[in-house]
């Protein structure tokens, strides 16, 4: 079974950065087409940014030209680079594959922007 552990979260202030990594189990890691998705207190979980089937990326509106989802596929690892930090970008922060997440989700990892 498909299984993500998200990790590299923490306390960050405005303007800063942080890179989040995602760990993948499973054999034809490969063919998923992998997104970052977030969700803040009271929200619903919001997809980021995510690759496309043509292996190009897409991103929300509100991260545009401040995150960057990267993989390595050798490695079964998804990348978000996320720089520029806003209060706004607090969240636990998924990877899943997109737009049909497979497997559970897993634990998360929490971002936190604050000074």
């Known amino acids: 079974q498909v299984q993500f552990v998200e990790s590299g979260g923490g306390l960050v202030q405005p303007g800063g950065s942080l890179r989040l990594s995602c760990a993948a189990s499973g054999s034809i890691f490969n063919f998923y087409v992998m997104g970052w998705y977030r969700q803040a207190p009271g929200k619903q979980r919001e997809l980021v940014a995510r690759?496309?089937?043509?292996?190009?990326?897409n991103y929300a509106d509100s991260v545009k030209g401040r995150f960057t989802i990267s993989r390595d596929n050798a490695k079964k690892m998804v990348y978000l680079q996320m720089n520029s930090l806003k209060p706004e970008d607090t969240a636990v922060y998924y990877c899943n594959q997109y737009p049909t997440a497979i497997g559970p989700w897993g634990q998360g990892t929490q971002v936190t922007v604050s000074s």
């Open positions: 690759f496309t089937s043509g292996g190009n990326t």
